[in-house]
């Protein structure tokens, strides 16, 4: 997108504001089938967490993507769009065994990744085709709080724990249709993906009635210039390959899924916010900005590192800033970041603010969640409403004291 674009967004829609491109997303999507295009079945699984407006996945499902889902709610977002209920794949953690049984009813495709969930759920509906999460003990991802595939996470199903699993599947009956895991975000390094597939082959083996194995996903993209990326041309050649060999060895075309959130929006968004004050400290300059950690939080959560630039004023020279927000508590979005030099009322857009931004934001310091806005053929459309005072307190009951 253009700045002037995004700045009439600005103009139009208030700030703060959140911003995609649909046309990235599109892109995005045919960029990760394209390289997969020497498997048969490929299917994509969009993860509805990393950015859950249901006209985003109204856009993912258009171009033929199923939906990866993790709560009851998020299933039930999904059907919203119109989707068929087999084309969305439930993948709880920890929920209860009623949230599953509701999953049952609404016809989605099930993933199980607990033992004595797997064993309930087995005894109970042994005919429901189910799929296994399993975990395979492989570390993988940018930072501690995303990498879910190692000994110690809560995630799946070790592999080590595989003759028990066996035993549960024998003794109920039960149809595995699926194996699947999800070791991290932003994983840096293809070997470390073939590796973890390899485990994960070697596990398949031990299922008779297989349709699809599902790789989960952790793609990195870019955060910045000549930043690292998953190479995803290259990796698709790799596991193609061996997972062409695969489906010849087990005797059956399967299907090859994976469940991306970061690689599809990540790059598609743009979090729009308004410089309040410019202040200048003994040790800093801070641009104090419309927002703060309650909508945009993966700098404080996790310490990622967003670009932003100044779109009101691209290119005055570059000064130093720390880029900081308005709630009461240390609230930073960009630390010692060089940006065109900022005046009061200066917009500035923060770049990869698809994934896990609006999905994470919350009424912290009972501030409103901003607008969302999705730029579609050139023309911008609101895709929600900037909250207001009433559905801050419409869930509250206010009683007689
Ligand atoms: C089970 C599962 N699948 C897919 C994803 C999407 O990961 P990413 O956004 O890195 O593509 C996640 C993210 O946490 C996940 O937990």
């Known amino acids: 997108m253009k700045n002037k674009d995004l700045l009439q967004i600005s103009k139009d829609f208030g700030s703060p504001v959140y911003v995609y491109d649909s046309e990235k997303i599109v892109a995005q999507y045919k960029r990760l089938t394209n390289a997969f295009k020497q498997v048969k079945k490929v299917k994509i699984n969009y993860a509805v967490k990393a950015l859950s407006n249901i006209s985003i996945l109204k856009l993912l499902t258009k171009c ?17 769009t119109g989707i068929a209920p087999e084309k969305i794949i439930f993948t709880p953690n920890g929920v209860s065994i009623q949230e599953i049984e509701e999953a049952v ?6 993933n199980i990744d607990n033992l004595s969930v797997l064993e309930k759920f087995g005894t109970i509906h042994p005919k429901v085709p189910v799929c296994i999460r399993i975990n395979p003990h492989v570390m993988a991802g940018g930072n501690t709080n995303i990498s879910v595939g190692h000994i110690d996470s809560k995630f799946g199903i070790s592999i080590h724990q595989m003759p028990h699993l066996l035993r549960i599947v024998e003794n109920t009956g039960m ?4 194996i699947h895991m999800h070791t991290g975000s932003d994983i840096l390094d293809v070997e470390v ?15 008779k009635n297989l349709e699809f194995i599902d790789f989960g996903s952790g793609f990195k993209v870019p955060y910045h210039e000549n930043d690292i990326e998953t190479n995803i041309e290259e990796f698709g050649k790799k596991l193609s390959k061996r997972f062409n060999e695969f489906c010849k060895k087990y005797g059956k075309e399967l299907t090859l899924s994976f469940e991306p959130g970061k690689f599809l929006v990540s790059e598609s968004g743009y979090f729009l916010v308004k410089v309040n004050s410019v202040k200048q400290t003994t040790s800093t300059v801070f641009a104090q900005v419309d927002s703060g950690f309650n909508h945009f939080i993966r700098p404080m959560f996790y310490g990622s590192k967003h670009e932003v630039i100044n779109i009101s004023h691209p290119t005055k020279h570059k000064r ?4 900081v927000g308005y709630i009461c508590e240390t609230d930073t979005f960009a630390n010692n970041k060089r940006i065109a030099e900022i005046s009061e009322g200066d917009i500035l857009a923060f ?9 994470m ?3 912290y310091n009972s501030r409103f969640r901003p607008a ?3 730029w579609h053929n050139g023309e911008a459309k609101l895709i929600r409403k900037r909250e207001t005072f009433e559905d801050l307190i419409a869930n509250q009951v206010e009683i007689e004291l």
Do not use: H, M, P, W
């Open 361 to 363: 934001a919350s009424n």
């Open 372 to 374: 969302e806005v999705l």
């Open 64 to 80: 033929g993507s199923g939906l990866d889902t993790v709560s009851i709610q998020e299933v039930k977002l999904g059907l919203r």
């Open 193 to 207: 993906f073939l590796y973890a597939s390899e485990i994960l082959f070697e596990a398949a083996e031990n299922f």
């Open 351 to 359: 770049k990869n603010a698809g994934a896990y931004c609006f999905s």
């Open 175 to 178: 149809n595995i249709n699926g």
């Open 105 to 110: 009813k609404l016809g989605v495709q099930i």
């Open 320 to 323: 130093f800033y720390s880029v």
